[in-house]
C-alpha cells in the first residue's frame, strides 16, 4: 500500500489503483514521479511591463523538483485555453515553487491576472533536468531573456556542492530593464556579468558574443556550460562549446501540448531520432540536437 497525503493507492496483480478521499483534505494525485496539485497562489509580482514572478503552494511538486524541470498549469477556470502552458521552475524551497513568466498570449495574460488565494490546477515536476556533476572546474550558466527562469536552480545546487568550482553567471536581454535574476545570483556570491543589445548597462551586444569573447582566455578542458534562452542564442553557445570540447546543456523552450510525451506535439529532430521536449528533455546535451531542423 502507497499513502499520501489526500490519497490511498491499494495495488495488486488483478486491480487498478484504487483513490480515497479523506474530506476536507486538499486533493493531490502522484503519478509517478509527478503530482497534480491544486496549487494556492501566494503572489504574482510584476517585474516589468512584461515579466511576472509567481509563487505557489504545491508542497509536493516542491519537494521532487530538479534544476530544468517544469510545470504545466491550467491558466484559465475553465477549458478556454484548452490547453496548459508549461513554465520552468525557477525555485523550489519550503513547500512552495516559485515561477517566472512573460505574458505573451492569451494563457499568460489569464495567469498575470491571478492573485493570492487562487488556486491554479498543477501538474508537475515534469520532463528530464540538468545533470550537474562536481567534477568541473570551471562553470559557465548562460541565460537569455526569460530564459533565466530554469538557471538558478542549477546555480543553487552548484554552491550547495561546495566544491569550488570558478562559477561565472552570463546574463542577457534587449535592455537593462529587462534582465532578470541579477541580484539572486549574486545572493548566491556567483559573479554575474550583464549584456544587452542597446548598451544600457553592462556589455553591448548579445549575451551570446559575451560569451565567445570570455571563453578565448578559457585554458582549462574541465569546463561545464548550462544554458538556456532563444535557439539563436543556443545554437551559438553550443557551436562555441562543441568547438572547445565544452560539456554544454541547453533547455529548450518549446510550445506543448499534454506535457507527458504522449501527443508528440513539441517533437524535435535529434542525432539518435525524434525527442520529444516535454520527455527526454527539455534539457540536453547540446551535441545531440540537430540545430539546423530548428527554427530561428
Not at 502552458?85 to 512573460?102: A, C, E, M, N, T
Not at 542577457?172 to 548598451?199: H, P, Q, S
Request: aromatic letters at 6%.
Amino acid at each position: 500500500m502507497e499513502a499520501e497525503r489526500g490519497l490511498v493507492r491499494k495495488r495488486n496483480a488483478n486491480t487498478h489503483p484504487k483513490r480515497c478521499v479523506r474530506p476536507a483534505q486538499q486533493v493531490s494525485e502522484r503519478i509517478g514521479y509527478m503530482y497534480q496539485v491544486k496549487a494556492k497562489v501566494l503572489s504574482n509580482e510584476k517585474l516589468s511591463e512584461a515579466h511576472y514572478r509567481i509563487k505557489l503552494e504545491a508542497s509536493q511538486i516542491a519537494k521532487a523538483a530538479r534544476a530544468g524541470q517544469f510545470v504545466h498549469i491550467r491558466c484559465g477556470p475553465g477549458y478556454d485555453p484548452l490547453l496548459r502552458r508549461p513554465f520552468s521552475i525557477h525555485k523550489s524551497r519550503q513547500g512552495r515553487i516559485d515561477v517566472l513568466y512573460q505574458v505573451v498570449g492569451k494563457g499568460t495574460g489569464l495567469l498575470s491576472q491571478k492573485r493570492r488565494g487562487d488556486q491554479l490546477d498543477s501538474l508537475g515536476p515534469l520532463g528530464k533536468g540538468f545533470e550537474i556533476e562536481p567534477a568541473f572546474k570551471k562553470i559557465f550558466i548562460v541565460g537569455g531573456g526569460i530564459g533565466v527562469a530554469p538557471l538558478y536552480m542549477v546555480a543553487q545546487e552548484i554552491t550547495r556542492m561546495g566544491q569550488g568550482q570558478d562559477v561565472t553567471v552570463l546574463l542577457g536581454a534587449k535592455n537593462k530593464e529587462l534582465i532578470l535574476g541579477k541580484d539572486e545570483f549574486e545572493r548566491l556570491g556567483l559573479e554575474v556579468t550583464i549584456a544587452t543589445e542597446d548598451g544600457s548597462t553592462g556589455y553591448r551586444g548579445l549575451v551570446s558574443n559575451l560569451f565567445q569573447e570570455l571563453i578565448l582566455s578559457q585554458t582549462s578542458l574541465s569546463v561545464a556550460v548550462y544554458s538556456c534562452g532563444p535557439v539563436s542564442m543556443l545554437r551559438k553557445i553550443a557551436e562555441l562549446s562543441r568547438h572547445r570540447g565544452f560539456f554544454c546543456q541547453v533547455s529548450l523552450e518549446q510550445k506543448m501540448g499534454c506535457g507527458l510525451g504522449a501527443c508528440l506535439g513539441c517533437v524535435i529532430r535529434g542525432r539518435s531520432g525524434y525527442l520529444r521536449v516535454c520527455k527526454e528533455g527539455p534539457v540536453f546535451d547540446a551535441k545531440e540536437i540537430l540545430w539546423d531542423d530548428l527554427g530561428l
